[in-house]
């Protein structure tokens, strides 16, 4: 995998149902205000845009019926989003949405559908959030965010995506740690926001060139007004091959999107489920 590089320790586990080499992007031992060492980021690039198989879209080009099933509908708005299972008799694999709004019908072959995506209409904006899975596996959920307009004749066209690395990026600058004992302690740019007691002991201690990471569990939460990201970070041990989440919170923070799609995040907190 591209978005990856090479640990001094190499790991390999399955994600998206194929083997890849586990790998992050070099160490940042960049100090914050506060002078803590920063997280660092597994995700060494962005991520390769969703794309169909070849032989779906073919199948999807040239279909005469769609198999969809519902992911969200929303009859206050006359808004409906479907999954497409299978065009005539070929499974999609995964792939392809479509969205009814009023009359008009918007296909995004494209787009994954795997894994349960979200999705939430924002009638205040007019704006349709739409979250897919990116890169998946043990231990590993990565999404990506795609904002959705519609125009004067109710067909969707996505407005924004928001790619996992450039949220990583902009995380791994403000994201810094201390760790006393088995305890550890998170800060963004300086203020402790979190605090997790390590309770596993049979991999060696933490690594001690670079103990903690993110960029491998990026979601979001689309249940409120505008969407919530959500990060955990995770711990390489000594004598450990893949990075282990068991004892870190889930940090929070609220996104906020310009006009030329620069996306800012606000203050990180930790999540309270």
Same mark, same amino acid.
């Not at 924004?160 to 004992?181: A, F, H, K, N």
């Not at 903690?212 to 959500?230: H, K, R, T, V």
């Not at 609220?254 to 930790?270: A, H, N, Q, W």
């Given at each position: ?92 694999? #995964? =792939?392809? $949405?479509?969205? *009814? ?5 918007? %296909? ?5 559908? &795997? ?60 994201? #810094? =740690?201390? $760790?006393?004992? *088995? ?5 963004? %740019? ?5 605090? &997790? ?77």
């Amino acid at each position: 995998m591209k978005n990856m590089k090479t640990w001094m320790i190499a790991a390999i586990v399955t994600l998206c149902g194929c083997e890849v080499l586990f790998c992050s992007c070099k160490s940042n031992s960049k100090a914050t205000e506060a002078s803590y060492p920063l997280v660092a980021g597994t995700l060494e690039e962005a991520m390769k845009p969703d794309s169909a198989p070849a032989k779906v879209m073919e199948a999807m080009e040239r279909a005469t019926r769609y198999h969809n099933y519902e992911i969200m509908s929303d009859t206050a708005h006359d808004l409906c989003v479907e999954a497409i299972g299978e065009v005539d008799s070929t499974p999609t694999e #995964g =792939y392809g $949405i479509v969205v *009814e709004k009023g009359a008009a019908s918007t %296909s995004f072959l494209n787009l994954s559908n &795997a894994r349960q995506p979200k999705v939430r209409y924002d009638a205040k904006t007019g704006t349709l959030w739409f979250a897919n899975c990116a890169m998946w596996g043990t231990g590993v959920q990565v999404e990506r965010l795609y904002l959705m307009r519609f125009d004067k004749d109710n067909k969707a066209h996505i407005a924004c995506t928001i790619d996992p690395y450039d949220i990583q990026q902009q995380v791994c600058q403000r994201l #810094g =740690y201390s $760790i006393e004992g *088995e305890q550890v302690t998170l800060y963004d %740019s300086g203020r402790e926001i979190a605090r &997790a007691t390590n309770t596993v002991s049979d991999m060696g201690g933490f690594d001690s060139e670079q103990p903690l990471w993110i960029g491998e569990q990026i979601e979001y939460d689309l249940s409120g007004n505008a969407p919530l990201l959500l990060i955990t970070p995770g711990v390489k041990f000594t004598t450990g091959l893949v990075l282990t989440y068991d004892d870190m919170p889930a940090l929070a923070a609220r996104l906020t999107i310009s006009e030329d799609g620069k996306v800012s995040i606000s203050e990180l907190k930790e999540h309270k489920k």
